[in-house]
């Protein structure tokens, strides 16, 4: 699978402040994917992103794949508790996801 | 409509003994796949199965694990002899079909096993 780096591993944030996590990869990537798992939960499927540049948004979400493919971000505006969990980034080439990391979030009220 | 069922949801286990993990895709899918998932890390891929076939298992170890996808019942991951550094969160996820890039894949609640 394709490698994917995240940073930072931990995040805290203040309770309505903006934070960035960021994935990067040494090669090309045909899409990345991003994932929030609670704690003690499961991942679960928040977007795609194909193309080069593009930018998708989900309500305090921004989403953004590189023009080279081989960066993203995930930008949260106005951070909530219920934003608390870890954030993976995954490159899919076929069926196979290959997972980052992640980034930690931690919100302080 | 049921998401990806996987029990149980936490299993202890000794050292020597075997584990067998179960999930049961969502409705209409017939893909299923198993990922490891060790504290603070990312899941990390070990099989894909179809109904009756093993599809991909290059992130299983060789010895002591093996999974299943019979054509009545669930998936089941086992793990033979099991040894500490088993202990992990095992995420069975399910897709309608494999190669398609915009069927995300859905993931059950996972097993979490512990090795005494």
């Known amino acids: 699978g394709q490698q994917v780096m995240q940073i930072p591993q931990y995040q805290h944030v203040q309770e309505g402040e903006d934070f960035t996590t960021y994935c990067n990869s040494s090669?090309?990537?045909?899409?990345i994917q991003w994932y929030k798992q609670r704690p003690g939960g499961h991942p679960v499927f928040l977007i795609q992103?194909?193309?080069?540049?593009e930018v998708k948004k989900q309500k305090r979400l921004t989403f953004q794949f590189g023009e080279a493919k081989k960066n993203s971000s995930l930008h949260i505006t106005a951070t909530q508790t219920t934003d608390v969990g870890t954030y993976f980034c995954?490159?899919?080439?076929?069926?196979?996801?290959?997972f980052g990391a992640g980034t930690t979030v931690t919100v302080r009220a | 409509n049921a998401g990806v069922m996987q029990n149980p949801r936490h299993l202890v286990r000794r050292r020597g003994q075997e584990a067998r993990l179960r999930c049961s895709p969502m409705?209409?899918?017939?893909?299923v796949y198993w990922y490891r998932q060790l504290p603070e890390e990312g899941l990390k891929f070990m099989v894909y199965l179809q109904k009756e076939n093993i599809i991909d298992e290059s992130g299983m170890p060789k010895e002591r694990f093996s999974a299943e996808f019979p054509k009545e019942g669930p998936s089941i991951l086992r793990i033979q002899q099991v040894v500490r550094g088993d202990s992990a969160a095992y995420f069975c996820a399910s897709s309608p079909t494999s190669g398609d890039g915009n069927q995300p894949q859905h993931f059950g609640d996972g097993t979490r096993l512990s090795i005494l």
């Open positions: 992103l194909v193309k080069s540049g």
């Open positions: 995954a490159s899919r080439r076929g069926y196979k996801l290959s």
């Open positions: 090669t090309t990537l045909s899409n």
């Open positions: 409705k209409g899918h017939s893909h």
